[in-house]
């Protein structure tokens, strides 16, 4: 017994820094996307070899805030993994139907506003949170 | 399906959190199995009746098949 806890205080070792490598990732996954959106205008006032090479780094530290999550997900047990699926299997569906119709509704001028991408992935975002909460409830 | 994982934890006096350990899952998993709301995949019910040295099927047993 004391040895499987041995390795499992190896296993809950490495889910947290997998965690915290994500976090990192997706801070500075962040803090790229605000320099690339707000840099031209702020920072060094429209230069577009500025500009591109800010929004290369922030796709480069997407990637890298990719695997980061990836290596998260493989590294949660079963239950956590299936929580995250079904969250994420909601994000995605509700972010594909919606997004779809929304775009619809612009293209149609069925709405005022030209619908932004920003509006989606705080959508999906929000959708993602619920169905972690939901699952988490489900199995608690 | 229904588990004796409650009662064979006991008898021993582990902890949720001392058989999460052991198993390699957060102890919410343990207990959602417990609870019978969740239950373990083939490998993870292998690994606990390895842990208490009994076959799968005296620690896990099919509802429908009682």
């Known amino acids: 017994m004391e040895e499987q806890i041995k390795e499992s205080g190896d296993w809950a070792a490495r889910v947290n820094r997998n965690t915290l490598r994500l976090g990192y990732c997706t801070g500075a996954w962040l803090v790229t996307t605000a320099v690339a959106t707000f840099g031209p205008q702020f920072i060094w006032h429209d230069n577009t070899l500025l500009t591109a090479i800010a929004i290369f780094i922030n796709l480069g530290v997407g990637f890298v805030t990719i695997a980061a999550n990836k290596h998260h997900l493989q590294s949660l047990d079963e239950m956590q993994q299936k929580i995250q699926l079904e969250a994420m299997a909601l994000s995605l569906g509700v972010g594909f139907v919606c997004g779809l119709s929304y775009s619809l509704l612009d293209q149609s001028n069925l709405i005022a506003a030209d619908a932004e991408i920003s509006h989606l992935i705080l959508l999906m975002g929000l959708t993602y949170f619920a169905g972690m909460v939901v699952g988490n409830r489900r199995y608690r | ?66």
């Open chain 2, 1 to 66: 399906m229904k588990n004796r994982l409650k009662v064979l934890r006991a008898e021993r006096d582990w902890t949720q959190a001392d058989l999460a350990a052991a198993l390699e899952v957060s102890r919410q998993t343990i207990n959602a199995i417990e609870k019978g709301k969740f239950d373990p995949s083939l490998p993870l019910a292998f690994k606990a009746a390895r842990l208490f040295n009994m076959s799968i099927e005296d620690i896990f047993q099919d509802e429908a098949a009682a």
